[in-house]
C-alpha cells in the first residue's frame, strides 16, 4: 500500500516537511508585518498573499510539472519556498515580506499540484483513495505540528528566526525528494542519446494547457462547480471559529484550544476515510463529509458557550476529516493520463479559488452586520456542496459510488 520509497521517502515525507515550514510560517506573518510598519488591515493583506500566490500558480504548475516532470518541479518547488522563507526573515521592508509571501505561496501551488500529480501516476486505482487521503493526512499533521514548532522556535530565539525554521524545512523537503530516485515516467534504459530521443518524443506529444482545458471543459463547468463548493466550505471553516469565539467574548488562548481540539479531530480520520472511498465509492465520504460540515455551519451560531462550541468544532473537524483526501482522489479519478499535470492545474484552481473565497463570504455577513448570516451562508452552501457531488461524481468517475464500479467491472 505505501512503497517506501516511491510513495512514503518520495512523497509523504517531503509533504510532511514543506507543510511543517508552511505551517510554523502561518501565524507570525501578520505580526512580523506589523512590526514592519503595517497596520492590522495591511498585515492582513499580506497574510493572504500567501493564498493568492497559490491561486496564480496553480495553471502554470501544471504546465511547469507536465514539462520538467512531477518529482522536478517538487525539488524546484522546495528550493523556491526556501529562497522565500529566507527573503522574509531577511527582509526589511514591507514590499519584500509580500513578494516572498507571494512567491510561497507560488512555490507551494507548484509543490502540492506535483505531489498530487505524482502519487496519481503511481497509485493503483483501487488503493488511490487509501494512499491520497493519506497524502492529505500528512498535510494536515504538518500544518498542525508547524505552529507549535514555531513557538518553540521563537521561546528559543525570536520571530525571525521562525523563517529559519521554515527555510530549513524546505531544504529539507527539497532534499528528500531529491533523493527519492527518478519519475516513473522519466525515460529510462538504453543510452543517453535514446534516452533523450525518448524524452523530446515526449514532449511533442504533450498537449498544451489551453487543448487539455477546451477538451475538459464539461467536467469543470460540472464537477469543477462542486470542488469549487466544498473548497469554499473548507476556506470558511478556519474562519468561522476565530471569529465566532471573539463575536463571544472568548480570550485568545481558549480559542487557540478549541481550535486545536478541532484539528485534531480532524487529523483522526484519513486512512479510515480512503478505506471507505476505496471499498465503497466517493460518495459514500463526500456527501456526509459535507453534510456533517455544513451542520456544524448551521449549529455554531446558536452556541454561546465555550463547551458548546467546542462541540460544534469537533463536530467541523469530524465532518472535515471524514472528507480527507476526497477532491485529490476526485481530481484522480477524472484526470486523463496525457494531460494530467495541466488537468490537475485547472482543478486546484477550483480547489485553492473556493478556499480563498469562503473567508470572504464569511466576512461579507459580518460586514453586513450579521455575522451569524454570514455562517449560514457557507452552511447553505455544503449543502450544495453535497448535493453537487451527488449530481455528478457519478457522471465523470466510475469509483463515484459502488453501483458505477461494478458496472466498470471494478467489483
Given at each position: 500500500m505505501?512503497?517506501?520509497?516511491?510513495?512514503?521517502?518520495?512523497?509523504?515525507?517531503?509533504?510532511?516537511?514543506?507543510?511543517?515550514?508552511?505551517?510554523?510560517?502561518?501565524?507570525?506573518?501578520?505580526?512580523?508585518?506589523?512590526?514592519?510598519?503595517?497596520?492590522?488591515?495591511?498585515?492582513?493583506?499580506?497574510?493572504?498573499l500567501?493564498?493568492?500566490?497559490?491561486?496564480?500558480?496553480?495553471?502554470?504548475?501544471?504546465?511547469?510539472a507536465?514539462?520538467?516532470?512531477?518529482r522536478?518541479?517538487?525539488?524546484?518547488?522546495?528550493?523556491?519556498?526556501?529562497?522565500?522563507?529566507?527573503a522574509?526573515?531577511?527582509?526589511a521592508?514591507?514590499?519584500?515580506?509580500?513578494?516572498?509571501?507571494?512567491?510561497?505561496?507560488a512555490?507551494?501551488?507548484?509543490?502540492?499540484?506535483?505531489?498530487?500529480?505524482?502519487?496519481t501516476?503511481?497509485?493503483?486505482?483501487?488503493?488511490?483513495?487509501r494512499?491520497?487521503?493519506?497524502?492529505?493526512?500528512?498535510?494536515?499533521?504538518?500544518?498542525?505540528v508547524?505552529?507549535?514548532a514555531?513557538?518553540?522556535?521563537?521561546?528559543?530565539?525570536?520571530?525571525a528566526?521562525?523563517?529559519?525554521?521554515?527555510?530549513?524545512?524546505?531544504?529539507?523537503a527539497?532534499?528528500?525528494?531529491?533523493?527519492?530516485?527518478?519519475?516513473?515516467?522519466?525515460?529510462?534504459?538504453?543510452?543517453?542519446?535514446?534516452?533523450?530521443a525518448?524524452?523530446?518524443?515526449?514532449?511533442?506529444?504533450r498537449?498544451?494547457t489551453?487543448?487539455?482545458?477546451?477538451?475538459?471543459?464539461?467536467?469543470?463547468?460540472?464537477?469543477?462547480?462542486?470542488?469549487?463548493?466544498?473548497?469554499?466550505?473548507?476556506?470558511?471553516?478556519?474562519?468561522?471559529?476565530?471569529l465566532?469565539?471573539?463575536?463571544?467574548?472568548?480570550?485568545?488562548?481558549?480559542t487557540?484550544?478549541?481550535?486545536?481540539?478541532?484539528?485534531?479531530?480532524?487529523?483522526?480520520?484519513?486512512?479510515?476515510?480512503?478505506?471507505?472511498?476505496?471499498?465503497?465509492?466517493?460518495?459514500?465520504i463526500?456527501?456526509?463529509s459535507?453534510?456533517l460540515?455544513?451542520?456544524?455551519?448551521?449549529a455554531?451560531?446558536?452556541?454561546h458557550t465555550?463547551?458548546a462550541?467546542?462541540?460544534?468544532?469537533a463536530?467541523?473537524?469530524?465532518?472535515?476529516?471524514?472528507?480527507?483526501g476526497?477532491?485529490?482522489?476526485?481530481?484522480a479519478?477524472?484526470?486523463?493520463?496525457?494531460?494530467?499535470?495541466?488537468?490537475?492545474?485547472?482543478?486546484?484552481?477550483?480547489?485553492?479559488?473556493?478556499a480563498?473565497?469562503?473567508?470572504?463570504?464569511v466576512?461579507?455577513?459580518?460586514?453586513?452586520?450579521?455575522?451569524?448570516?454570514?455562517?449560514w451562508?457557507?452552511?447553505?452552501?455544503?449543502?450544495?456542496?453535497?448535493?453537487?457531488?451527488g449530481?455528478?461524481?457519478?457522471r465523470w468517475?466510475?469509483?463515484?459510488?459502488?453501483?458505477?464500479?461494478?458496472?466498470?467491472?471494478?467489483?
Amino acid at each position: 500500500m505505501f512503497p517506501l520509497r516511491t510513495v512514503v521517502l518520495a512523497a509523504f515525507v517531503p509533504a510532511f516537511l514543506f507543510d511543517l515550514g508552511v505551517g510554523a510560517l502561518l501565524p507570525v506573518i501578520a505580526p512580523t508585518a506589523v512590526g514592519l510598519g503595517a497596520s492590522l488591515a495591511v498585515a492582513g493583506v499580506v497574510a493572504a498573499l500567501m493564498s493568492v500566490g497559490q491561486i496564480l500558480a496553480d495553471l502554470p504548475a501544471g504546465a511547469l510539472a507536465a514539462r520538467v516532470g512531477d518529482r522536478r518541479a517538487m525539488v524546484l518547488a522546495g528550493a523556491v519556498a526556501a529562497l522565500a522563507f529566507l527573503a522574509a526573515a531577511w527582509s526589511a521592508s514591507l514590499l519584500l515580506l509580500a513578494l516572498a509571501a507571494l512567491a510561497l505561496g507560488a512555490a507551494a501551488a507548484v509543490f502540492n499540484l506535483a505531489r498530487h500529480a505524482y502519487l496519481t501516476e503511481i497509485t493503483p486505482p483501487l488503493r488511490r483513495a487509501r494512499v491520497l487521503s493519506t497524502l492529505a493526512g500528512v498535510h494536515r499533521i504538518g500544518l498542525f505540528v508547524g505552529p507549535f514548532a514555531g513557538a518553540a522556535v521563537i521561546a528559543a530565539g525570536e520571530l525571525a528566526h521562525v523563517y529559519l525554521f521554515g527555510a530549513a524545512a524546505a531544504v529539507a523537503a527539497t532534499v528528500a525528494a531529491a533523493a527519492a530516485g527518478q519519475d516513473p515516467s522519466a525515460p529510462s534504459g538504453g543510452s543517453r542519446q535514446q534516452r533523450r530521443a525518448a524524452a523530446r518524443a515526449a514532449q511533442a506529444d504533450r498537449p498544451r494547457t489551453a487543448q487539455v482545458l477546451t477538451e475538459f471543459r464539461p467536467v469543470f463547468a460540472t464537477l469543477g462547480i462542486a470542488v469549487l463548493l466544498v473548497g469554499t466550505v473548507r476556506g470558511a471553516r478556519q474562519t468561522v471559529l476565530p471569529l465566532w469565539t471573539e463575536h463571544l467574548g472568548v480570550d485568545p488562548a481558549t480559542t487557540s484550544v478549541v481550535f486545536g481540539i478541532a484539528g485534531a479531530v480532524d487529523m483522526l480520520l484519513f486512512y479510515p476515510a480512503g478505506k471507505v472511498m476505496d471499498r465503497y465509492g466517493r460518495l459514500w465520504i463526500g456527501v456526509p463529509s459535507m453534510l456533517l460540515v455544513a451542520a456544524s455551519m448551521v449549529a455554531l451560531p446558536l452556541t454561546h458557550t465555550v463547551v458548546a462550541v467546542s462541540v460544534v468544532a469537533a463536530l467541523m473537524g469530524l465532518g472535515n476529516g471524514l472528507g480527507s483526501g476526497i477532491l485529490m482522489t476526485l481530481g484522480a479519478d477524472v484526470a486523463p493520463a496525457r494531460g494530467r499535470a495541466q488537468f490537475l492545474g485547472m482543478w486546484r484552481v477550483f480547489q485553492d479559488g473556493g478556499a480563498a473565497a469562503g473567508p470572504l463570504v464569511v466576512s461579507a455577513g459580518a460586514a453586513l452586520g450579521s455575522l451569524a448570516a454570514g455562517i449560514w451562508v457557507i452552511g447553505a452552501i455544503g449543502a450544495a456542496a453535497a448535493a453537487a457531488l451527488g449530481r455528478w461524481a457519478p457522471r465523470w468517475s466510475v469509483h463515484a459510488n459502488q453501483t458505477t464500479r461494478r458496472r466498470a467491472g471494478l467489483l
